[in-house]
Nanobody, 127 residues
Framework: LRFSCRRGGGLVQAGGSLRLTCAAS????????VGWFRQAPGKEREFVAV????????YYSDSVQGRFTISRDNTKNTVYLQMNSLKPDDTAVYYC????????????????????WGEGTLVTVSS
């Protein structure tokens, strides 16, 4: 599976919105759940959101719940992350990742459990 994840990142003012897009190829997309993760400078990679294979189930970290929306279009092998009400703390490189299965423990998805990763896109939120 290959992800192309370079669309949607950029610089935005606090309170603004961005939509990230990752397109997958090389596999049967519906065999995989897809998650978004992010890594800020000097910090570990952290879970943001995950969506199951059909798009019928989603889960978010507490820090983005109510502001971000993950979705997927299986006809286009594409997953999206709509980010609203952005804050400077949202500044990070955002990655999409896929896994055949995933588990949620202590309110998060472990990045080590994901099988395939996109190349990341930088989101910068200015105050």
């Amino acid at each position: 599976l290959r992800f192309s994840c370079r669309r949607g990142g950029g610089l935005v003012q606090a309170g603004g919105s961005l939509r990230l897009t990752c397109a997958a190829s090389g596999v049967t997309f519906t065999n995989y759940a897809v998650g978004w993760f992010r890594q800020a400078p000097g910090k570990e990679r952290e879970f943001v959101a995950v969506i199951n294979w059909s798009g019928g189930s989603t889960y978010y970290s507490d820090s983005v719940q109510g502001r971000f929306t993950i979705s997927r279009d299986n006809t286009k092998n594409t997953v999206y992350l709509q980010m609203n009400s952005l804050k400077p703390d949202d500044t990070a490189v955002y990655y999409c990742a896929a896994a055949a299965t995933f588990s949620i423990r202590s309110g998060t998805v472990d990045p080590a459990g994901m099988d395939y990763w996109g190349e990341g896109t930088l989101v910068t939120v200015s105050s």
